[in-house]
């Protein structure tokens, strides 16, 4: 990794500080009609996405690359509404382009041409030497753009539904808010400048090399906070495109805007969850450790704060070092047997017949990928379309609970088979998996 990407991911925590105190404090004090300060708060919010794009140059103090880039983000965020308007009101193409095609082509023109002038700027600071290098710096910062006006998905959803009994309570639910949205911001930006220097060493961004992984494990604390963030985000971004697209055939109702995110989400989970399994991996075999279910969990909220505890301080918990190692595995998946059925508790207890099958169906899948010999996708597609078949039948159980016929169950079944929503459930199914497989696994 070059010093000046190392130095601008070390001071990535500088940034979070700032994101958090402006965007909180932006967001929360917004007046409700547009004034003076609604104004200033605009340009303030427009500042620190120009910050937060700019930051690697401004840490590195390269300002020439920031003249260069500065007036592209300028009119990308400060000047996009009144252009936007400009060009739907001059240009005379109302009988072949809608309004809204023309306004969401001109925003991406304009995101094309600034993600263009950074993608070039990087090149030149970095002297990346390799093939196609511009398209490939390219791809990696439209992605980041992506990301960076991705919202929080369900958790979004949770918070903008609920009421508050009062004002420090709304207070600190929305502080807690913003300061998870420039988590992701922030982690979202490390994992951009990291996956930058990979490229820079022409790294293979499926299969880690080992220099990559004992960089990130020589900073293990802040590399797992990183991917880690990212893990949870991108998949509370999968999950509510999955719930909200389960009947979309084929992606039939998804905007072009609709596809780039959620292809930029598929594609930057795989690549943080396959990372985070052979970090832990490359971890377990550098240290002769056997993370099991500590490694298996490090991407669940809440539980992956005490797994990543114990592989951080591994040297201390014996637990991790058994010099069984397969009646270690036993036990381990023993453990996180009994952590799916307290997470399906309630419908094993009212006895619900899907909640029992799922329950059995994803400790069965822990087992098997504790033992297989090698993980493909194969294993995640069999699995989402067991899931499906099975959940299949109660989505539709008003409509069968007269009389069941087997043709509408199988066109169901088909139209479930090629949803968006499935094509999620196993990429999400792949990640989850990919991360326990490396974790209890045995295999070097």
Not at 420 to 426: E, K, M, P, Q, R
Request: net charge positive.
């Amino acid at each position: 990794m070059s010093p000046k990407l190392f130095k601008a991911i070390k001071s990535l925590w500088i940034l979070l500080l700032i994101y958090i105190v402006l965007d909180f404090a932006g967001n929360y004090f917004y007046p409700e009609k547009d004034n003076t300060l609604s104004k200033v708060l605009d340009d303030l919010s427009y500042a620190l996405s120009s910050l937060f794009f700019l930051w690697y140059f401004l840490i590195n103090r390269r300002w020439k690359s920031v003249l260069m880039i500065l007036p592209f983000l300028l009119v990308f965020f400060f000047f996009m509404k009144e252009i936007r308007n400009m060009v739907d009101y001059y240009v005379p193409f109302e009988e072949t382009i809608n309004s809204d095609t023309l306004r969401t082509w001109t925003y991406l023109i304009i995101q094309f041409l600034a993600t263009f002038m950074i993608s070039k700027r990087y090149l030149v600071e970095e002297e990346i030497h390799i093939k196609h290098p511009l398209l490939k710096v390219f791809l990696l910062n439209m992605g980041l753009f992506t990301l960076y006006n991705t919202d929080l998905g369900l958790i979004e959803k949770v918070i903008g539904s609920a009421s508050y009994n009062s004002k420090s309570t709304e207070f600190i639910v929305n502080l807690i808010y913003y300061t998870l949205s420039s988590i992701k911001s922030v982690a979202y930006l490390g994992a951009f400048l990291f996956l930058t220097a990979c490229l820079a060493q022409r790294e293979n961004l499926y299969t880690f090399s080992k220099n990559a992984l004992q960089t990130a494990n020589d900073y293990f604390g802040p590399a797992v906070l990183i991917v880690i963030s990212c893990i949870i985000f991108s998949f509370g971004g999968l999950l509510e495109s999955a719930f909200s697209l389960e009947l979309d055939f084929f992606g039939k109702d998804l905007t072009l805007s609709g596809w780039m995110n959620m292809t930029v989400l598929v594609v930057f989970f795989v690549i943080c969850t396959r990372f985070t399994g052979q970090l832990i991996k490359e971890r377990s075999l550098l240290k002769q450790k056997y993370y099991g279910v500590a490694g298996a969990s490090v991407w669940v909220p809440l539980i992956n704060i005490i797994a990543l505890l114990m592989i951080r301080f591994d040297d201390k918990i014996k637990f991790l070092a058994p010099s069984n190692l397969e009646k270690a595995k036993k036990i381990h998946l023993a453990i996180i047997s009994l952590l799916v059925i307290f997470q399906f508790r309630n419908g094993l207890l009212e006895k619900k017949v899907d909640d029992i099958l799922m329950c059995v169906i994803y400790i069965t899948a822990f087992w098997v990928v504790g033992y297989i010999k090698k993980f493909t996708w194969l294993f995640p597609i069999i699995l989402g379309a067991v899931v499906t078949v099975i959940k299949v039948y109660p989505f539709y159980n008003g409509v069968y609970a007269q009389e069941f016929v087997f043709k509408d169950y199988v066109l169901d079944l088909f139209k479930h088979t090629f949803s968006i929503a499935l094509v999620l459930t196993v990429i999400v199914f792949y990640g989850i998996y990919y991360i326990a497989y490396q974790a209890l696994n045995t295999k070097k």
